[in-house]
């Protein structure tokens, strides 16, 4: 089914890119991804945005340029229900525009530049010795809980076993 641009109302056009099948909107431009196409994207190669970002704006400079269109409400190109806009990964500046039914999200060409961006610093960030030093403490902490929760289960198990229980006899009389 071929989709409209949540902006510029223009049909999509579909490319495979690096695998993944992106409906890219020449004229905005921007991209559709559906819930899974931009993870997709960025575990297929980590250059694979930037590259991105170079084929859109090639594409758009061919045509008559990319266009300014009014700010508005974003619409689904599949349920037509309005888009909501977040962030990537909650704390990153890459804005999108996500629909809250279908799970698909549109992206103007700009934050794909942002978003290689964001993905590097995120890389060095974790990469770098005071990360993996957190990192390490934070596993050694969630073992040595782990040692205290067995630790704390056995306990109970040999408090109980010491307490004193009536073993039951069939062949005693009751009372």
């Not at 991804?33 to 980590?46: G, K, M, Q, V």
């Not at 619409?75 to 229900?81: F, G, I, N, S, V």
């Not at 806009?85 to 698909?104: I, M, R, T």
Request: hydrophobic share 35%; charged share 20%.
């Amino acid at each position: 089914m071929a989709r409209n641009c949540p902006d510029c109302q223009q049909q999509l056009n579909i490319e495979c890119y690096h695998g993944v099948e992106l409906e890219i909107c020449l004229e905005c431009p921007g991209l559709w991804f559906n819930a899974t196409e931009l993870r997709r994207l960025i575990t297929s190669d980590p250059l694979a945005v930037v590259a991105l970002d170079d084929h859109i704006m090639r594409e758009t400079r061919q045509r008559k340029g990319a266009a300014s269109h009014p700010i508005h409400t974003l619409h689904c190109p599949d349920c037509a229900l309005p888009l909501e806009a977040f962030h990537y990964e909650y704390s990153s500046p890459v804005q999108l525009n996500a629909c809250p039914n279908c799970g698909g999200f549109w992206m103007i060409e700009q934050e794909l530049l942002k978003l290689q961006q964001w993905l590097e610093h995120e890389e060095h960030v974790r990469d770098s010795p005071e990360t993996k030093q957190q990192i390490a403490l934070a596993q050694f902490q969630i073992k040595h809980d782990q040692v205290l929760d067995r630790q704390e289960g056995f306990g109970r198990l040999f408090r109980l076993m010491q307490t004193r229980v009536p073993i039951w006899n069939p062949f005693l009389p009751l009372g």
